[in-house]
């Protein structure tokens, strides 16, 4: 870092608050100095260190709001942590292998991946990634988190596809993969298999097809049946029909065999238990594939295998005269077929949930092909187990991990039929299809480009060997973000796996979306698990969506879509992190402007109660009297009572309570009163007392304000109370989190005299007088013990009463307000004679509803105002439920 960065800032606050000068400013130095690096011992026992699994994200394009909020969430516990508990890892890492960067190489480039050699398209995809990366770093550190950019890695590059691979390589050895030639979910787009976690549901059109199948045989007392699908272009591609065992209309049909229309092929009728006698005629028939069912029928009835789609979604050869059309094309052109043919009975339009590839958007098919699998299905228990261990922020959110493992009917599919990503470290026997593994020494490995680790199969001795061209899933490496910062490795002298960090690991928290539970926080626990047998990390922070003004989701077809980038532009960091700390962790909740510029208010305030701090105390710190003014020992009591709360609220992630509390403390007790009593009080009397509690209680609200607000605290702690030494020293974040200062006060007497002073002030404000008005003679009906002398000096006061009993007060209705937007079309032409009884008190009020013109009226139809009024000597002044009287 240059000498002038390391110099402490013109002394004092001049001007107003420029964000444009100061956040860039600090964030250039943070980063310079390496303010925030972990400098971890590894020789610490594990555990020890608050360590962040950050979620890496996924290279596809740049900055939106997601990305926005939710790193600025995870920064809130970083910078909180790393002042409340000391050392913090807050690492970053970029996903960037696998098909999203494919596709978005392919839509940067305007090219398709089948046009080039594989080497080739991977070297696109690498310098496609690396432009983006280099472009969301900016815009990371432009957002001011405190990542350690010293630990950073990339999901494709070699130290953590040597993971990737050995974390393949142990759960090979340990039993809990295998590969298996089966139907599998498959997307025709990408023209891969993915997995269960991938799909997701999508309302769409379609139509249902009543469709006629001719019975095969003699002495049947019907010629045919009929089946209801939404799939006809599968129809050659049946293998059986299928009917329920209870189902009597439809049981004089099992045994028989049955026709297939148009395409000719005969096919059994079985009956399964599995059938919805509900949907359609009762009567179903089994394609391979059409979905999950039509898999179960076909292993547990050992059916025959008709393929009449290929990966791409075209017919194939089986489909006869179809052959080469897509499916969308064959559904039509065999539907019109069936009708020319007096096969089809009815077609009707429906909208019904299809499952579609969350990446592409395209309806899945089920395609037979060899897979790699790990085998997850008999673990379920243990995973909810382990999630139960952990601690959720919001706790509702278990539920979704809880509905995700109960409902998996798949193991997890880790192999991708693509070009960009890790390879996978086997070889396969020629001869006998043996799996050959790579040696853990020799990783990472690429079997396309290396040689295998022996010269013949092990098993059957031949010597020609075939290398694996699939590639992992993408989430069999991301889920492994825990292991990857910790330095997972195999240690080949003591045989073993080992850590390079074992402090950090388990880490203490996972920050994720909530939309991710089933993909990476799921497989996460399930890979940390499988190799260590410990939960990955102690505690998971689930942050929600920001949606558009109107509570909707933000997308480029509604153009609904906020761009981060000009949000940056318009306001100061600071503001838009004190809008990111406004929603209950877990909600979706809407952007709206009105919450930034509330933000930027607070970051004048702040400044300028800064700026008066500065001009009221001397540049040195102050030392404690020996004893402290009543008022000043009340302000640092209530502060203690605040750094409490808040400390419990921010250990506990509850964000928005944490800076509600903090603000209204800040603005309302210390600006808007304590800071009026000091100036006068310092005016009036040089008092030690009042400078030291002044001061004190500044300094403790910047270190609070600072996880949240860190440009403008850093900015003002440097001018203010630096020692002028590096930044990576002297930050205010690097300082340790305020702790109460022991002082004791009666915090309700004190707040009672603060809204008195309140209430007066109020009162010469009305009345035109000055603040420094003597006032003859006020009295307070409420307990400000100890606090008199505060009150009559601060507001000028010759004669003070505070009193114990209550005031001589009178409530009364003021007036009775009717919503006539449900009054009116629910009473008609009676409001009138409502309205009149109200006018004149006809009317009674009883346990929350008004009774009047006969008429009963429940309390969301109305609004009753009171008023107080006070029948002694003087004017009342109201203050919620405190009353003052000023006789002058």
């Excluded at 070699?158 to 993971?163: G, I, L, M, T």
């Excluded at 069999?476 to 997972?488: D, E, V």
């Excluded at 952007?591 to 930034?596: A, E, G, I, T, Y």
């Excluded at 114990?804 to 009473?827: C, H, N, R």
């Amino acid at each position: 870092m240059s000498a002038e960065g390391d110099e402490r800032d013109a002394e004092g606050l001049d001007g107003g608050y420029d964000a444009d000068a100061v956040e860039p400013k600090w964030q250039d130095r943070w980063v310079e100095s390496e303010t925030y690096a972990y400098d971890g011992d590894p020789e610490q026992d594990p555990n020890t260190t608050y360590a962040i699994d950050t979620p890496p994200p996924t290279v596809s394009g740049s900055l939106h709001m997601g990305h926005l909020y939710g790193h600025t969430l995870q920064d809130f516990a970083a910078r909180f942590q790393r002042m409340y508990d000391g050392d913090v890892l807050f690492p970053f890492g970029y996903d960037d292998n696998g098909i999203a960067s494919e596709r978005l190489t392919e839509r940067d480039l305007g090219i398709r991946h089948q046009e080039f050699e594989r080497r080739e398209f991977q070297q696109k995809c690498r310098e496609v990634c690396q432009t983006y990366e280099d472009s969301f770093t900016e815009q990371m550190q432009s957002l001011g988190c405190s990542i350690d950019w010293n630990h950073t890695y990339k999901t494709i590059e070699p130290r953590v596809q040597r993971v990737s691979q050995l974390s393949f390589l142990d759960l090979y050895e340990k039993g809990r993969e295998y590969r298996k030639k089966a139907p599998a979910i498959w997307c025709p787009d990408c023209e891969t298999a993915i997995s269960q976690v991938e799909m997701e549901d999508d309302e769409r059109g379609s139509h249902f097809n009543d469709i006629a199948f001719e019975l095969v045989g003699d002495n049947l007392d019907r010629d045919e049946f009929v089946i209801s699908t939404t799939r006809p272009e599968l129809i050659p591609a049946c293998v059986s029909v299928f009917v329920h065992p209870d189902d009597e209309d439809n049981q004089d049909l099992v045994g028989e065999r049955a026709r297939i229309p148009i395409f000719g092929h005969e096919v059994p009728i079985i009956e399964d238990e599995r059938v919805d006698m509900e949907k359609g005629s009762g009567v179903v028939m089994c394609c391979t594939f059409g979905d999950q069912n039509d898999i179960e029928w076909y292993q547990a009835h050992d059916l025959p295998l008709r393929v009449a789609i290929d990966e791409s979604a075209t017919m194939t050869e089986l489909a006869g005269d179809y052959e080469g059309m897509s499916t969308e094309e064959a559904r039509e052109a065999i539907v019109e077929d069936l009708d020319d043919e007096g096969h089809l009975r009815d077609r009707w339009e429906i909208s019904h949930a299809v499952q579609v590839h969350e990446r592409c958007d395209t309806p899945v098919e089920y395609r037979v092909s060899k897979q790699w699998y790990v085998e997850i299905l008999d673990h379920k228990e243990e995973y909810l187990e382990a999630g139960r261990e952990m601690d959720w922020y919001p706790e509702k959110m278990f539920s979704r991990y809880e509905h995700w493992i109960e409902g998996l009917e798949w193991d997890w599919l880790i192999s991708r039929q693509r070009d960009s990503g890790i390879p996978f470290p086997v070889w396969y026997c020629e001869s006998c299809d043996e799996p050959v593994m790579a040696e853990k020494e020799d990783l990472p490995v690429d079997p396309l480009a290396d040689d295998p680790p022996v010269d013949a199969c092990p098993e059957c001795g031949h010597d020609e060997l075939e290398a694996e061209e699939d590639v992992f899933d993408t989430w069999a490496t991301s889920s492994l973000t825990p292991l990857i910062n910790a330095g997972w490795d195999w240690d080949a002298e003591d045989e073993a796996f080992a850590m390079d960090h074992p402090e950090l690991y388990p880490f203490d928290l996972r920050p994720q979306g909530h939309d991710i539970i089933s993909f990476w926080l799921f497989h996460t626990i399930v890979k940390c698990y499988e190799h260590t047998g410990e939960v990955p990390f102690d505690a998971t922070l689930i942050n929600g969506h920001v949606l558009d003004e109107n509570r909707e989701k933000m997308s480029k077809s509604r153009g609904n879509v906020v761009d981060p980038e000009n949000v940056m532009e318009e306001y100061p960091v600071d503001a838009i992190r004190y809008w990111a700390a406004s929603a209950s962790v877990g909600d979706d909740f809407p952007f709206k402007d009105q919450d930034l510029v509330t933000g930027e208010k607070l970051l004048r305030k702040l400044w300028n109660a800064s700026k008066l701090v500065d001009q009221l105390t001397p540049a040195d710190q102050i030392e404690e009297p020996d004893e402290l003014d009543p008022i000043d020992e009340w302000l640092l009591a209530r502060q203690d009572a605040v750094i409490e709360s808040l400390t419990e609220k921010l250990d506990n992630h509850e964000i928005s309570k944490a800076r509600n509390e903090l603000r209204v403390f800040f603005w309302n007790t210390f600006c808007d009163d304590y800071l009026e009593i000091a100036k006068q009080r310092l005016d009036a009397e040089d008092s030690e007392s009042t400078a030291y509690a002044l001061q004190t209680a500044h300094r403790r609200f910047l270190e609070l304000f600072a996880p949240l607000l860190p440009h403008i605290t850093e900015e003002i702690w440097q001018s203010l109370y630096a020692d002028g030494g590096s930044i990576a020293d002297d930050s205010i974040h690097l300082r340790d989190w305020p702790t109460p200062s022991g002082h004791d006060a009666d915090l309700e007497s004190g707040e009672t005299a603060l809204e008195v002073i309140g209430a007066l002030r109020r009162y010469k404000s009305e009345h035109q007088l000055a603040l420094n008005a003597e006032l003859d003679r006020v009295e307070v009906y409420g307990r400000i013990d100890g606090f008199e002398n505060v009150v009559r000096g601060v507001m000028h006061v010759d004669d003070l009463d505070a009193r114990d009993e209550a005031a001589d007060v009178t409530t009364e209705i003021a007036e009775i307000s009717l919503d006539y937007s449900q009054v009116g079309p629910k009473f008609g032409e009676k409001v009138g004679e409502i309205d009149a009884a109200l006018e004149s008190g006809e009317y009674e009020l009883d346990d929350g509803a008004l009774h009047v013109a006969g008429e009963e009226l429940g309390a969301d139809l109305f609004e009753v105002r009171e008023e107080r009024t006070y029948a002694g000597e003087g004017e009342m002044i109201e203050a919620d439920d405190l009353v003052v009287v000023v006789q002058n």
